[in-house]
T-cell receptor
Framework: KQEVTQIPAALSVPEGENLVLNCSFT??????LQWFRQDPGKGLTSLLL?????REQTSGRLNASLDKSSGRSTLYIAASQPGDSATYLC??????????FGDGTTLTVKP | SAVISQKPSRDICQRGTSLTIQCQVD?????MFWYRQQPGQSLTLIAT?????????ESGFVIDKFPISRPNLTFSTLTVSNMSPEDSSIYLC?????????FGSGTRLTVV
């Protein structure tokens, strides 16, 4: 059974700082890994999708990496802004087509 | 990627009643997924809904409590039946596959 862990559970940083969020998974037989953002009480917004054959994806100030063999992914956020404050979730899609989510990292960026 | 319209966005319901949540997708999709997110927790898959067949439920979820309809390739409903305060959660529908997943905006349910 796939298990997904996200560290840290919460993170508070001053505006402008670069930061890294971590996601680890137990079963490396994944189809893809997706990073989402969730604002309080809201749905999920997709940030980046990494296919199992890829090593990283970039979108603006966001960069996600994937190391399948070690069961790890990181989400790098450059030059953080208060608007980046949200909960960040990683989801691992197995070949069975079901996504397993981590518990998320709640990020607070202080002005 | 697909765009999903989910409603209602929130509701406050009396215990013992039922609520039906609707998701409309702007394109035809084979599978739709229903998730529950309990307060302070991550998402848990309730069931997978295929058009023209019975939904497939995950361990711990049963059809009598969470009946699902999938009348066509763009629409699905999830009903939360005989509600109790423990059902207070955010419910989300999702579509997708190899190119990633898209989520509806969620239904925030409070049972009093």
């Amino acid at each position: 059974k796939q298990e997904v862990t996200q560290i840290p559970a919460a993170l508070s940083v001053p505006e402008g700082e670069n930061l890294v969020l971590n996601c680890s998974f137990t079963d490396s037989a994944i189809y893809n890994l997706q990073w989402f953002r969730q604002d309080p009480g809201k749905g999920l917004t997709s940030l980046l999708l990494i296919q199992s054959s890829q090593r990283e994806q970039t979108s603006g100030r966001l960069n996600a990496s994937l190391d399948k063999s070690s069961g790890r992914s990181t989400l790098y956020i450059a030059a953080s802004q208060p608007g980046d404050s949200a909960t960040y979730l990683c989801a691992v899609d197995t070949n069975a087509g079901k996504s397993t989510f981590g518990d998320g990292t709640t990020l607070t960026v202080k002005p | 990627s697909a765009v999903i319209s989910q409603k209602p966005s929130r509701d406050i319901c009396q215990r013992g009643t039922s609520l039906t949540i609707q998701c409309q997708v702007d394109s035809q999709v084979t599978m739709m997924f229903w998730y529950r997110q309990q307060p302070g927790q991550s998402l848990t898959l309730i069931a997978t809904a295929n058009q023209g067949s019975e939904a497939t439920y995950e361990s711990g979820f049963v059809i009598d409590k969470f009946p699902i309809s999938r009348p066509n390739l763009t629409f699905s409903t999830l009903t939360v039946s005989n509600m109790s305060p423990e059902d207070s959660s955010i419910y989300l529908c999702s579509v997708g596959g190899g190119q990633g997943y898209t989520f509806g905006s969620g239904t925030r349910l409070t049972v009093v």
